[in-house]
């Protein structure tokens, strides 16, 4: 058995949680991604990006409501893998 420090049942329960973010986000439209673990997307070249940025430029952490999306979907796509590999290997 693999050990986790996420337990699966936990794991199941943040698919269904980022799916209905994903839902209520889309409702409302929501364009701008800001992460809480920083390494993922690249936000220290962001920041120096927003120190620099001109008044009509493009804002780095603007990135659409279908790139939000996206964003959303690979986060519950890498959950599901994993769980599914999980399974695997308790087989």
Known sequence: MLSS????????EYVR???HFADVTRRLGVDVEIQNHPLY???????????TRK???????VV???????FLTVMSDCAR?????RKDAAR
Request: aromatic share 8%; glycine share 12%.
């Open 5 to 12: 420090r996420i337990p699966d049942a936990a794991l199941g």
């Open 17 to 19: 949680s980022v799916e």
């Open 41 to 51: 997307d690249g936000f220290e070249a962001k920041l120096a990006q927003l120190a």
């Open 55 to 61: 008044p009509g430029t493009a804002h780095p952490f």
């Open 64 to 70: 659409g409501t279908a790139g939000y999306q996206s």
């Open 81 to 85: 893998v994993e769980l599914e590999r």
